[in-house]
């Protein structure tokens, strides 16, 4: 059983800068390894795809929307996640959440078959 707690969300104007993490906590999540993800959900709307990465970071992968903006960032020995969002959108503006999957290759994942989720975080971008 892991535990991933996200950080780092709140009310930013267009344009602005935010940076998520998310810390994992118990289980076998710092003796085996995970590829680890960012989702989202705007309201009324699905969980989607944001950015992901692989256990020792050599791979990410962003959605589209995301491009040239947002960077995936992992420090494994704080067991940490980032989300650094730059260049902010109000179509960014979502409840964010972290993501964990035990793999045995080193590559991002970019569906929602993730093991572990948290609870999100809110991020709002106002126009």
């Known amino acids: 059983q892991v535990q991933l707690v996200e950080s780092g969300g709140g009310l930013v104007q267009a344009g602005g800068s935010l940076r998520l993490s998310c810390t994992a906590s118990?289980?076998?999540?710092?003796?085996?390894?995970?590829?680890m993800g960012w989702f989202r959900q705007a309201p009324g709307k699905g969980r989607d795809f944001v950015a992901g990465?692989?256990?020792?970071?050599?791979?990410?992968e962003y959605a589209d929307s995301v491009k040239g903006r947002f960077a995936i960032s992992r420090d494994n020995a704080k067991s940490t996640v980032y989300l650094q969002m730059n260049t902010l959108k109000s179509e960014d503006t979502a409840v964010y959440y972290c993501?964990?999957?035990?793999?045995?290759?080193?590559?991002?994942?970019?569906?929602?078959?993730?093991?572990?989720w948290g609870r999100g975080t809110q991020v709002t971008v106002t126009a």
């Open positions: 990465i692989s256990w020792s970071g050599r791979d990410k």
């Open positions: 993501a964990a999957d035990e793999r045995y290759n080193d590559y991002a994942v970019t569906t929602p078959h993730y093991d572990y």
């Open positions: 118990g289980g076998t999540f710092t003796s085996s390894t995970y590829a």
